[in-house]
T-cell receptor, first 113, second 117 residues
């Protein structure tokens, strides 16, 4: 069955620390992968997405993710986090030709000032 | 563009009551989705629609119904509310281009927080 796994449920970092959030997927076929962010009290917004081409994808606010097909991974990274990055982060996947997206369970990031 | 709008923002229901969660998008998107978000569980797909008049079940459709009579609107109906339906409900839409079906972005509404007592 298709699935998306996020292994870090809660992460606490100090400002300026580096961030890496894990995301693994199990899919067949051509896969499209996404990272969404949900700031407190707000709706989900797209951070970045991968559907083909360069496996290193750059998104908004200094975030990037790398698609590693051999590891079925799409980890999110940021070299230096800010207090304003405090939010919940969701990895999601989609197989081309289908309509359904599968979301991971989310990672709550808290950045201490 | 207002994007995706949802009403109401908050609602408390008694067991057995019914209600409709409204969702409207003004981006002329073909695909629309209803998700529920429970703590630690991520987002679960309830129903989706690929165009006016076409709907299909997602992962957790029991206890819900939908309709899509227009491109813009995709209401979610709860007929007999149960405590298990206490959740935050998000509506989303995306354009759904034929050539790149998965690549375009889902846009989410602000959510409806529903409590069933």
């Amino acid at each position: 069955a298709q699935s998306v796994s996020q292994h870090n449920h809660h992460v606490i970092l100090s400002e300026a620390a580096s961030l890496e959030l894990g995301c693994n997927y199990s899919y067949g076929g051509t896969v499209n992968l996404f990272w969404y962010v949900q700031y407190p009290g707000q709706h989900l917004q797209l951070l970045l997405k991968y559907f083909s081409g360069d496996p290193l994808v750059k998104g908004i606010k200094g975030f990037e993710a790398e698609f590693i097909k051999s590891k079925f991974s799409f980890n999110l990274r940021k070299p230096s986090v800010q207090w304003s990055d405090t939010a919940e982060y969701f990895c999601a996947g989609h197989t081309s030709g289908t309509y359904k997206y599968i979301f991971g369970t989310g990672t709550r990031l808290k950045v201490l000032a | 563009n207002a994007g995706v709008t949802q009403t109401p923002k908050f609602r408390i229901l008694k067991i057995g009551q019914s209600m409709t969660l409204q969702c409207t998008q003004d981006m002329n998107h073909n695909y629309m989705y209803w998700y529920r978000q429970d703590p630690g569980m991520g987002l679960k797909l309830i129903y989706y629609s690929v165009g006016a008049g076409i709907t299909d079940k997602g992962e957790v459709p029991n206890g819900y119904n939908v309709s899509r009579s227009t491109t813009e609107d995709f209401p979610l109906r709860l007929e007999l509310a149960a405590p298990s339906q206490t959740s935050v409900y998000f509506c989303a839409s995306r354009l759904g281009t034929p050539q790149r079906q998965g690549a375009d972005t889902q846009y989410f509404g602000p959510g409806t927080r529903l409590t069933v007592l």
